[in-house]
């Protein structure tokens, strides 16, 4: 092992904050095995999304590779019950005896596979690949089902592709409006924040959330910046404020009819549709003022490129997009940015904030249940036959279309008797979470790589210990569809592999003649050439183009489509869509309402988020000790109003309860929440764990869950009567 | 009969205004079965537009392009426009259609709307009927009619001061017309307002250049050569007036049904569920006189619309006890410059235990009334809290909780922002969080000074504050060129920054 200072990125969020990792010279138990550091990027390599920033989370990433509760030895569970440590070859050849007996009896849709968005590409390749061609399983999909999905929906349908954002991050710092929907960067992704700079200062930050988050207080003016606008609209209302916005726009005569009429289809429609959304009833129905929603379209029109200004856009966040009509609101969205003319115009356009670290790559390669390496769909049997020729196997060999992942839960016990978890913490992180455990307690077989014990492992049969960030080669895709190389710093623990191995593994254990590779730049290599053609191309990249750009030989950054040849494309949509007419679709949408609506015994709708200093089902980052100092529970936000009419002081546990579940944290009164809703982080299991509570209903065309709202009755801890059973089936 | 019949059951439905338009819409939407064939007769030549929009386009504050409603499904739908009904053989279930053409039915819904109630005045009601430049505002010709004669007219005059009447008095005076408002009754929208909001809207309105008389009608129409040229009001004064907008009121649009001997009162009558007198024949919107009551509202013709919608397909989920269904429902003035809006229950007409809260603010002209019923907001009238109004709508219409002190309702989401403005470094409390990013509060900056880090570099270096989005950069160099000017011993500032005196007494840093 080296003890050179190594060039990786971030193990968490998309933004990929570049850094340095120096291995430590002694590398003690419970000590930091590597120290971490911040690294800018030259602009002639396009500059970092970080640019040279951390938050609390990456600085300090490296405590989570030495946690004292390290799995660092495959765990089987014995007769008595009991996770007990084994070797590699007879775990293997345990799930592989399961395995083929569960498919001998149920046939191969008895098996089911659960991905997540933070695997590496060459990760999310091989699963891909692996569950289509050795366990012949149409059940995979993945937990960015439960974060992308709706966004992708909506940018295929419009865009005919689906790259997060189609331009540079960099390119925000030019623009003159920028509106943000749904999306707590300042905390989810706080080095992102750099890049909202110039828009605050020329008062062009819209922000659209039911909390004064620490973005929305970014509209705030003060001595440098003028700052924006926060619209602070109910939960569930953000298509119908879109709607109204695209309704002033035409109204006030703002649209680029120009534009339009070259480049888009179907604006009529969509021009009429609006016609019913004037802004009395969508002031009445969002609780935004009317003067905010004129304001909110001025400034935008004025930004416009086709009115003269330096740009606009509209980015979309989870607080958009988890809802029943989340695709249709991204769909409202991109209108809006039709209408003015903004994709594919500079610093403009629409473009969506991926969460997880490989939200964007593990969309891409085959993790979905719908669709093969490179975005391609699997029903189409040219994309069957190329994807099968790469994987040297007969194309009528490969399944058909899965089922997204909360069907994909819903079947576990049931259609599904097994499940490979990889890169997620179901138990914690899914919709209606208490539901999810008694799924998954159901099953015949868990079988959860990971490299620490999460609260899903906990209830595996098998528990695969796997490498972590700095212990693996490989690339991530970033929010803007940039593909970055993870890089390794130092060895694993113990006898920790990376996935790569165990599903090469497994698939001899099975006694599959499929070639799986274990070397990452060689599954990189076939993964472009699995790509070629598809609308995610990558058939132009290989690790060792990606580390010539990192060495200087700078090309600005690697985006792609990069088909053979090409070395990416920055930015998308300067002249064609990817239609195959090369114009955008518009269509007409109309809002839904939460399917868990308030009533009267649910008075209060529940939204569900991220702190800074947690991440995700926190199975990681509850492990270390800096982040729980400052952020050690879950906690309800909720108004002083709210808290008062229930006697909650601050500091007070407060019951959140659904007719799924409760959730007891305590109390934060606060007066930047509005009065008719509550929030819960969800970064904890036990009883502050949000998706106890937290509705399964699906937005029918992404299969996206509808976690941002929920009605939801409040109550003391101590006052707090839990439902009887029969008051629930009733 | 439920068997299943090859062919679909034809449904006729006459009037392509906002309330047809709806019931089309949902039924396209509903049946996916395709159990019914659908035409739609329209009289007017326009494709369906949202009407509730033409007094801003008289105001010129929204583009005609804004108010074409989407177009029927033509797969679904025969749309007929610019034809009327002029028959209804309801014993043969058969329409004789103004084009000459019949059309049978299986079932007939009217959505034939309301017209304009124009008062038999002298001189508006003759053998000669209006003279020119006398309108009402019902339609699209009526709104574009009007905008042609403000663009000449030096004074109009607006009979009748309710919603419509008022938004189309200000739409005139936003395209510079002198305006006065004539009123029959002793205040302004007294449908809605009690006389305390109304004589304050009345004022706002004159403030505006918008003249406001009450108790008074006109008694005459005078005109030249056909023209109107002035009015006469009931006290005899003489205004003059080269435009008059008559707003009235509206009635139902039922001739068509009288004639064909179906049962009509003020409107079509229907029972519970919206059929009338004719098994057969279903009447919805401003026509359809309801047993709970003819409103004139939007609402609660689309809401017929849709449980029509259910009850045709026999869905089984109207929802009875669904939150603010059984609320009248909100009305909004669209004017500009004059922020009001009125729902339910207003003083007058409280409850004894009904707590009211009134805030009225002469000199602001702002002026809000809350009515609340067993913890529950049943009426509000809110003048001039442009800030407020939608938040009040929402709470409602939703019944969301509302805040023990009800008086907090009026305080903008805003202002209640619990975010601290900006404070000195100095006076900032040792335990705030200066780096959000990484967690870093001003007891651990200055302890990081203390051992050393003495520039805003090393204090990044020591405790990672500014490495993140750095948006407390500016905090941070405040902190040290504070700490170092007020210690001797520190080297000295960087020259641009303000040096803050050496005797400023040092608070508590923890």
Redesign the interface.
Known sequence: MTLEPVQTHCPYCALQCAMTLTPSADQVEGGSAVEVA?RPVPSVQGGATS??????KG?TSAAVLRVPDRITEPLVRSASGVLEPSSWEDALAFIATRVAALQGAHGNDSIGVFGGGGLTNEKAYQLGKFTRTVLRSKHIDYNGRFCMSSAAAAGNRAFGIDRGMPFRVTDLGSADAILLLGSNV??TM?????HL?GVRSRGGLIVVDPR?T?TA?LT?G??QSPGGL?L?A?PGTDQTLLLGLL?LV????LADEQYLAARVNGWD?V??????W?P?RV?????????SLRRAVQILAAASPARGGNGAMILSGRGAEQHTDGTDTVTAAINLSLALGLPGRPASGYGCLTGQGNGQGGREHGQKADQLPGYRMIDDPSARAHVAAVWGVDPDSLPGKGVPAVELLGKLGGEVKALFVHGANVVVSAPDALAVRRRLESLDLLVVCDFVPSETAQLADVVLPVTQWAEEEGTMTNLEGRVLRRRKALDAPGQARSELDILAGLARALGSEVHFDTEPALVFDELARASAGGKADYSGLSHALLDAEEQGAGSGGHYWPAPVGSTGTPRLFARRFAHPDGRARMV?VSPGAPAD????EA??YLVTGRV??QYQSGAQTRRVDALN??APAAFVELHP??A??HQIDDGDDVAVTSVRGTAIARARI???I???TVFMPFHWAGDGMANAVTNDAVDPISGMPEFKVCAVSIARADLFVPPQPEEVLA | MTAQSSAPEKIVVVGAGMVGHRFVDELVRNDRSGRFAIELVGAEEYEP??R??LS?VLAG???L???????PDADRVLFRRGVAVDEIDTDARELLLSDGTRSTYDRLVLATGARAFVPPLPGLAGPAGAPKHVHVLRTLDDTRNIAARAMNAKHAVVLGGGLLGLEAACGLRRRGVPVTVVDLDDHLMATQLDRGPSRMLAAQLRSLGIDVITSTSVAEVISAYDEIVAVRLTDDRLLAADLMLVSCGIRAESGLAARAGIAVERGIVVDEELRTSDPWVHAIGDCAQPPTGMTGLLAPGWNQADDLVALMLGREDLDP?A?GDDRPD?V?L?AVGVDLVTMGVRPSQALDDDRVLTVSDGGGNRHVDLVLRDGELVGVTCLGF??????L???Y????????DPL?LLVP??A????AA?VSPMRMPGSTTVC????VTKKQIVSAWEQGATTPDAIAGAT?AT?????CKEVVCGLVDWLNASDPAAPAPSVDTPVTPRNTPVESTT
């Open positions: 911040p640019a040279g920033g951390l938050c609390h600085w300042a905390d706080p080095p992102f924040v750099q700079a004064r620490a207080a705030d003060d001595g926060h602070q109910l309704h035409v109204a006030e005569g429609d021009r009429r549709s609006v016609a019913l004037w009395e002031a009445a129905t969002t609780g935004v003022a009317e003067s007409a609506d308030l009533r009267r008075p209060v800074l200093a100092a400052v109003h709210l008062k009419l606060t007066t930047t509005r009065t008719d | 537009y949202n509730i929009l801003e504050r929204a583009d392009r804004a108010l074409g409603l989407p177009l006890d939150v909100p909004k669209k442009p800030d407020v109004s939608a938040a709508t929402l709470a219409d939703r019944r969301t909780p509302l805040p023990a907090a989401a805003g209640q922002g619990g975010v900006t959000r990013c990484s967690a990672r490495t993140g989005c750095g948006g």
